[in-house]
Nanobody
Framework: QVQLVESGGGLGQAGGSLRLSCAVSGRIFSLSTMGWYRQGPGKQRELVATIGISDGTTNYADSVKGRFTISRDNSKNEVFLQMNNLKPEDTAVYYC???????????????WGQGTQVTVSS
C-alpha cells in the first residue's frame, strides 16, 4: 500500500514561515515528480510547486515565486515546501502530489496525500 504522508503546516503569521514535508510510504518502482497543490476556501485546487526527482527541475505558481522553495530528498522519496513571507491568501489545504510507477507492469500514475491545513493570519 503506497501512501503519501504529509507533515507540517498549521497556523502561521503574515510575513512568517512554515515548512511542509511529504514522504512516499511503501514500495514503488519509480518516482518521476513530486509536488504540492493547494485548495483555498471556495477555490479550485491549484498547483503550487513541483520538482522532478531525477533532475531537480522545479516549477512554481506565479503567486509563490520568490517566497516558496520546493526541495527533495531522493534517498527517502521525500519532498519539502519551505514557505516564507506568508500571506493570508496562502491559507488553504495543501496536498502532496506524486507521479510514480507502482511496479514494472503498470505505467506512471498520480496519487495525492490527505491534505494539511495551512492558515495564515494577518
Amino acid at each position: 500500500q503506497v501512501q503519501l504522508v504529509e507533515s507540517g503546516g498549521g497556523l502561521g503569521q503574515a510575513g512568517g514561515s512554515l515548512r511542509l514535508s511529504c514522504a512516499v510510504s511503501g514500495r514503488i518502482f519509480s518516482l518521476s515528480t513530486m509536488g504540492w497543490y493547494r485548495q483555498g476556501p471556495g477555490k479550485q485546487r491549484e498547483l503550487v510547486a513541483t520538482i522532478g526527482i531525477s533532475d531537480g527541475t522545479t516549477n512554481y505558481a506565479d503567486s509563490v515565486k520568490g517566497r516558496f522553495t520546493i526541495s527533495r530528498d531522493n534517498s527517502k522519496n521525500e519532498v519539502f515546501l519551505q514557505m516564507n513571507n506568508l500571506k493570508p491568501e496562502d491559507t488553504a489545504v495543501y496536498y502532496c502530489y506524486a507521479y510514480f510507477r507502482r511496479d514494472s507492469v503498470n505505467w506512471y500514475s498520480a496519487d495525492w496525500g490527505q491534505g494539511t491545513q495551512v492558515t495564515v493570519s494577518s
